[in-house]
């Protein structure tokens, strides 16, 4: 079983930065393609940015493509979501997620092909 729990949301004004770590538990840990989503109220879970096993490739939701970086430490079983200039529009719950190794392709994308989720970090930005 795999254990994700995020951390690091809270409020920030408009214009600033947030980092959020998301820890992972096990021992394979390098092995897992991990990704970001993220809800606001009222609205459906959306994709936000992803990284592959070795953090040599990484996708972003076009919204936040050039102001969010994705990035991970396999040390530490950790990934992480630098915000930098963050809008209100990017308040939401954020979610953390892995998928396991497979041999098949990954929908790095789409929520349903994650496996393990955390119980999510709130961002909040006020107008």
């Known amino acids: 079983q795999v254990q994700v729990v995020e951390s690091g949301g809270g409020l920030v004004q408009a214009g600033g930065s947030l980092r959020l770590s998301c820890a992972a538990s096990g021992r394979t840990f390098s092995s897992y393609a991990m990704g970001w989503f993220r809800q606001a109220p009222g609205k459906e879970r959306e994709f936000v940015a992803a990284?592959?096993?070795?953090?040599?490739?990484?996708y972003y939701a076009e919204s936040v493509k050039g102001r969010f970086t994705i990035s991970r430490d396999n040390a530490k079983n950790t990934v992480f979501l630098q915000m930098a200039s963050l809008k209100p529009e990017d308040t939401a719950v954020y979610s953390c997620?892995?998928?396991?190794?497979?041999?098949?392709?990954?929908?790095?994308?789409?929520?349903?092909?994650?496996?393990?989720w955390g119980q999510g970090t709130q961002v909040t930005v006020p107008s």
């Open positions: 997620a892995a998928k396991i190794a497979s041999a098949s392709g990954w929908y790095f994308g789409k929520e349903y092909d994650y496996d393990y």
């Open positions: 990284i592959s096993r070795n953090g040599i490739n990484t």
